[in-house]
């Protein structure tokens, strides 16, 4: 495809993306976000001890089958409202904030996971992923810089519990765009193992559809298993799951477990189809996320061990960059 007919291409889509962004609910385009039904935010592996990231009640709901969530920009008298809905050279500040049913911007929030919001951003095609952690002003206001390597569309995605007894956490979801021609990459194969920065993550356990199921992930670096993993926001891991097509989250729950080479979770997918799976963990001071694909609804071949690793993913996850992903 020509430079011309890439360039008015993604115009088009430029322009559904900001009337999605604008409406009151987003369109169920590609699962880009995060799927939740009371608070299917991005999940978090068991917290060292000591900590207060805990998941109180979260084991009992992860045998319920969830439902697709964060596809919205308003939910539960919320509303995500981005002040920079197009982000000229990929590279700038990001500004936005939540909105209540009046209008008002949002001040108050439960602190979860060391912070009172958590802020991902995923390209459509989900081959870029980060992880930010943004700064609210007084006002409101939210901010955080961002460095995205590729023209297209992409999605925001902002979960947080709002202050007040009884409040429920919440997931909600926003377009974001990059000017400039744009030619969307093909989904990742699915594959077990991922190479990021020097260590191994291995994949175990399936994801099916309606059914809960463990999904373990072990790090290991120059062949041998990590067995120090670093606290990362009171966790040593966190693992956030995107459906393919509408960038829906999935319901992901943390199990018990120690400080490596095992990070395990317990999973349920909404629907059959392909998710990819982003985990970051932190290891001598340093966040990297390893990226998977996954395939729900599909069984491994008969004599085979679904928890053994394939074929090296075909497309590394990338490494985190400072001033972008994971920065605080």
Do not use: C
């Amino acid at each position: 495809m020509n430079t011309g007919v890439k360039t008015a291409a993604f115009a088009a889509a430029l322009a559904a993306a900001f009337g999605a962004a604008y409406g009151v609910g987003a369109g169920v385009g590609p699962v880009g976000s995060p799927v939740k039904v009371e608070h299917a935010n991005h999940a978090q592996a068991p917290a060292p001890k000591g900590s207060d990231a805990g998941h109180g009640g979260h084991a009992q709901a992860a045998a319920q089958a969830p439902a697709a969530g964060g596809l919205q920009v308003s939910e539960g008298g919320y509303a995500l409202s981005l002040d920079t809905p197009r982000i000229e050279g990929g590279r700038g500040e990001l500004r936005f904030s939540v909105k209540d049913a009046e209008g008002r911007k949002v001040t108050s929030y439960k602190t979860e996971h060391g912070k009172e919001l958590h802020f991902i951003v995923a390209s459509r095609d989900l081959t870029v992923y980060r992880h930010l952690h943004p700064v609210r002003a007084a006002d409101g206001t939210w901010s955080t810089p961002v460095d995205l390597p590729a023209a297209g569309g992409y999605k925001a995605f902002a979960d947080f519990t709002p202050a007040g007894e009884g409040a429920k956490g919440v997931t909600l979801g926003a377009d974001l765009a990059v000017p400039g021609a744009y030619a969307p990459n093909p989904l990742p194969a699915e594959a077990r193992t991922a190479d990021v920065d020097g260590y191994q993550v291995t994949l175990g356990g399936t994801l099916d559809p309606g059914k809960a199921g463990e999904l373990k992930l072990t790090v290991a670096k120059d062949g041998k298993p990590v067995t120090n993993l670093e606290p990362y926001l009171g966790a040593y891991g966190h693992l956030v799951a995107l459906r393919d097509g509408d960038l829906a989250y999935l319901h992901v729950h943390p199990n018990e477990g120690g400080p490596g080479p095992d990070v395990s979770f317990t999973a349920t997918a909404p629907s059959a189809g392909a998710y990819r799976l982003f985990l970051d963990f932190q290891h001598e001071g340093r966040v990297r996320t390893a990226a998977f694909t996954v395939n729900a609804g599909t069984r491994p071949a008969p004599g085979t061990d679904a928890s053994a690793p394939v074929a090296p993913a075909g497309t590394p996850a990338p490494a985190a960059e400072p001033g972008d992903a994971h920065t605080h």
